[in-house]
């Protein structure tokens, strides 16, 4: 590679990684937008400019996997023991347990679906870079486009995976969200956006986040994508969560309502056939996204800590003691 570029890789891992000064900063410094400093560190970390080796125990909860596995439709649990870990901590952890599991979902020939989200983005990162044979890495969820968390938006998130894989890649030419039904049957019959979606039946694996309705806990509501009275509207007509935008209710049924009629996503039953559908979340929001997602079929494997685990056996118990 170019001496020049290599030395630029360096500059700015080096002002992220040795002086502690964030993205944002680095960005107004150096002229360069957010998004592209953010490029520049997964650069440097795939040329090797940077090494990073941190050897956190990633301690199971074997306990809580074998009652989730009994009580769910589930192919296989991983259940972090979370111990004093925040919420950030908590979700690099997550990535890091799921990494070696994905590792061997993802091989050779293999399509890949990925949604979009803060775990996903965890588990993206921590991913070793293994140049595979005829990867295809597929966007499968509408373009979000917040200019508020570029790291983990969906372009983004399908690039560095198609990168880590030595893949291609496809982008789902939509936004998310659009302003009728007509729109969005509309979008669904371009050429272009079907092509995409129609990957859904090549797809061996899916990696999806499991988002949360309530607005605090909401990733779309913070970013701004989905207004308050948007998340309410979703709350009363029943939804706990969503997984690749398809929002389900806690029983796993799929809520349709005309907010959820405007969205441009993959089709729920295409996602549900694709064999291995790993999902990532955990927290205490998520113990009715979880329950929900996995009822529907739109993930059957789950990567969480052992706080959502809990929350989704007590679920699981108040329901059988009514």
């Keep these: 590679m170019d001496p020049q570029r290599l030395e630029l890789l360096a500059r700015i891992a080096g002002m992220y990684y040795e002086d502690g000064i964030t993205q944002a900063e680095i960005a107004a410094q150096t002229g360069y937008s957010r998004s592209a400093i953010s490029r520049l560190l997964n650069e440097a970390r795939e040329l090797g400019v940077v090494e990073i080796r941190v050897h956190h125990p990633l301690e199971r909860r074997q306990d809580l996997e074998q009652a989730l596995l009994e009580r769910l439709p589930l192919k296989t649990v991983l259940v972090l023991k979370r111990g004093l870990l925040n919420h950030a901590q908590m979700l690099r952890r997550l990535g890091a347990l799921a990494a070696p599991l994905v590792d061997e979902l993802i091989g050779n020939q293999a399509t ?98 499991i988002g949360a309705v309530e607005p605090r806990y909401s990733t779309l509501v913070r970013a701004g994508y989905l207004s308050l009275e948007q998340a309410a509207e979703l709350a009363r007509a029943g939804a706990v969560g969503d997984v690749s935008a398809i929002y389900v209710d806690r029983f796993g049924k799929v809520v349709d309502i005309p907010l959820t009629r405007r969205i441009v996503t993959i089709d729920p039953a295409a996602l549900a056939a694709i064999p291995n559908k790993v999902g990532i979340a955990g927290g205490q929001a998520k113990p009715l996204p979880i329950l929900g997602a996995v009822r529907a079929g739109l993930v059957n494997i789950l990567i969480t800590d052992d706080t959502a685990a809990t929350g989704v056996l007590a679920e699981l118990a108040a329901e059988s003691s009514l």
Excluded: F, K
């Design 112 to 209: 890949v679906g990925i949604s979009w989200g803060t775990g996903l983005a965890e588990l993206v990162d921590a991913l070793r870079s293994r140049p595979l044979s005829n990867v295809h890495v597929v966007q499968i969820i509408g373009l979000i486009g917040t200019s508020e968390l570029p790291e983990i938006d969906n372009p983004e998130l399908t690039q560095r995976l198609a990168r880590t894989l030595g893949g291609r890649y496809s982008i789902l030419p939509a936004p998310l969200l659009v302003d009728s039904e007509t729109t969005r049957d509309a979008l669904r019959n371009d050429y272009r956006v079907q092509r995409v979606l129609s990957y859904a039946r090549q797809m061996d694996v899916a990696l999806l986040g």
